[in-house]
């Protein structure tokens, strides 16, 4: 068992592995690959000195100059005696799945180490099934593929899950792993909905008082006043043609002896002349003051208008 073993020990034995891969480029110039065996060599040296921490980052810088995965046994474990549960497992996984040509002894020391770390880890598998969604656990981004399970792991213990995407309401979850559990959670997010439109307000003046009347009896008043007016002009012009058509009967009768049916008719053309002179003072006028009131009050105009063979009578309310 790993746990029986010293952890300096088995760092030892995996350099021997790293420096047999490595020595059989040796004759092919690879600055990448000299480096990285330096700092892999740095790496065991620190182990031996009980500097796991420091020993960590050589070994992660040795994998990131050349990444052979003989040193992501070292880094593992590296990584696992200084906390980083997480990231041991990660690197111990990618160990087992891409180092086909490791021995039996390190095999099972890797999986001997993540029977360890998986006591204090916890995990959760996440499907996600809004297309471009954004996974955070913790902080840390997590992608992900619509409808496709993604395993995330995490120390035992309180975890804040949180996905996203435009159009979308959030999903927030707090969720809590005990050790070797899995939790399978899946996300669907429900699009947000649109926000309805303010409703119209009536404005109320600060005095109490009642809001006004609408506008367009004013703009009534107007129309009315022109249409008035134009009925005086076209009145005051018909009375003109029926007086001048009275005086040319008049004179004819009376200077030519025309028959008199002609001064019957030039007593209707008179009578025709005066009325329409008539109407047209009286509309003409009301039109005038409607024109000139038409910003005032807001009551619409009444105005009614008798024309008798002899007589002509008008009423209007204002």
């Not at 404005?203 to 109490?208: E, R």
């Amino acid at each position: 068992m790993l746990s029986e073993m010293r952890p300096g020990a088995l760092l030892l034995a995996i350099t021997v592995a790293f420096a047999t891969v490595t020595a059989s480029g040796a004759a092919h110039a690879d600055p990448a690959r000299d480096s990285s065996r330096v700092e892999f060599s740095r790496g065991v040296a620190l182990v031996k000195q009980g500097n796991y921490r420091a020993a960590r980052e050589a070994f992660a810088d040795a994998y990131r100059l050349y990444p052979h995965p003989s040193i992501l046994l070292n880094l593992g474990i590296a990584q696992w005696k200084t906390g980083q549960f997480v990231e041991a497992e990660s690197s111990l996984v990618k160990f087992l799945a891409d180092y086909g040509d490791a021995s039996a002894a390190n095999v099972e020391s890797a999986r001997a180490a993540l029977r360890e770390i998986r006591a204090h880890l916890g995990s959760i598998r996440l499907t996600v099934t809004t297309p471009d969604a954004k996974v955070t656990f913790d902080g840390r981004n997590i992608p992900v593929i619509p409808n496709m399970e993604v395993a995330v792991a995490g120390l035992v213990g309180d975890h804040d899950l949180l996905v996203q995407a435009n159009g979308y309401t959030p999903h927030r979850a707090h969720l809590h792993l005990d050790a070797g559990a899995i939790k399978p959670i899946t996300v669907t997010l429900v699009s947000e909905a649109p926000e309805p439109a303010p409703a119209a307000v009536a404005t109320v003046p600060a005095n109490g008082a009642a809001p006004k009347a609408d506008e367009s009896s004013g703009h009534g008043r107007v129309v009315a006043g022109w249409t008035l007016f134009g009925v005086g002009a076209a009145s005051a012009i018909a009375g003109t043609i029926c007086g001048v058509r009275a005086i040319s009967l008049a004179n004819d009768y009376n200077h030519h002896g025309f028959a008199p049916a002609d001064k019957s008719n030039g007593t209707t053309f008179r009578t025709l002349s005066d009325v329409t002179f008539a109407a047209a003072i009286v509309t003409g006028g009301i039109g005038i003051t409607l024109l000139l009131t038409g910003s005032g009050s807001s009551s619409a105009p009444s105005t009614a208008l008798g024309i008798g063979p002899t007589s002509l009578s008008l009423r209007q309310t204002f």
